[in-house]
Structure formats: structure tokens, C-alpha cells
Nanobody, 123 residues
Framework: QVQLVESGGGLVQAGGSLRLSCAASGRTFSTYAVGWFRQTPGKQREFVAAISGSTGRTSYADSVKGRFTISRDNTKNTVYLQMNSLKPEDTSVYYC????????????????WGQGTQVTVSS
């Protein structure tokens, strides 16, 4: 059982930065891969980035590659998403998810989900 809580969302102007955090419970946190997804009204939840458990390998959607960085600190049971050069199209609710499938890009590959945090990028 893993519980996830996102934080760090907010309102930012285009070109600005935000750092999202995903705090996880459980002593076996390092075993789980963690992904970030986002969902905008009228659209399906889409993959943003993922990081594996023990090795820390990462994967990114093409739309955020070079701008976003995913990282994890297993001593703090936390995964981060550093978002730079934000664009209005990045506006969405961002969710973190945990699962045992490494670097999965589909929602069905994750078993545990947070409640989401709103990111709004103004133009």
C-alpha cells in the first residue's frame, strides 16, 4: 500500500518555473517507479515523466523534454518534477502515480495515485 500527496502547484507566468513534489508513504517506496501525468478538461490524462525505482532512470514526453526534470529522494520518500520555461499549454492538473512497472507511460501501468495539484500558466 502506497499513499501519494502532490504539492507545489500554483499560478505562474509563461517562462516561469515551478517545482512539484510527490510525497509517498511506505518503507518500500524505493521499490516503486513513479510517474507524473497531467489532465486538462476535455482531454485524457497524459504522460509527462517517469522515474524508475532503484536505478533512477527517467523518461519524458516529447512535449516537456528539455524543460522538465524528474528526480527522487528516497531518503525523504519524495519525487520531484522541476518545471522550467513553462508554457500556457502546460496548464493542467498534475498527478503523481506509483507502480511496479518501470518507466510506464500509460495510466494503467500505475496502481496508486495522488489527488493532483493545479498548475496554471498565464500568457
Amino acid at each position: 500500500q502506497v499513499q501519494l500527496v502532490e504539492s507545489g502547484g500554483g499560478l505562474v507566468q509563461a517562462g516561469g518555473s515551478l517545482r512539484l513534489s510527490c510525497a509517498a508513504s511506505g518503507r518500500t517506496f524505493s521499490t516503486y517507479a513513479v510517474g507524473w501525468f497531467r489532465q486538462t478538461p476535455g482531454k485524457q490524462r497524459e504522460f509527462v515523466a517517469a522515474i524508475s525505482g532503484s536505478t533512477g532512470r527517467t523518461s519524458y514526453a516529447d512535449s516537456v523534454k528539455g524543460r522538465f526534470t524528474i528526480s527522487r529522494d528516497n531518503t525523504k520518500n519524495t519525487v520531484y518534477l522541476q518545471m522550467n520555461s513553462l508554457k500556457p499549454e502546460d496548464t493542467s492538473v498534475y498527478y503523481c502515480a506509483a507502480g511496479l512497472y518501470s518507466l510506464g507511460s500509460r495510466t494503467g501501468q500505475y496502481n496508486y495515485w495522488g489527488q493532483g495539484t493545479q498548475v496554471t500558466v498565464s500568457s
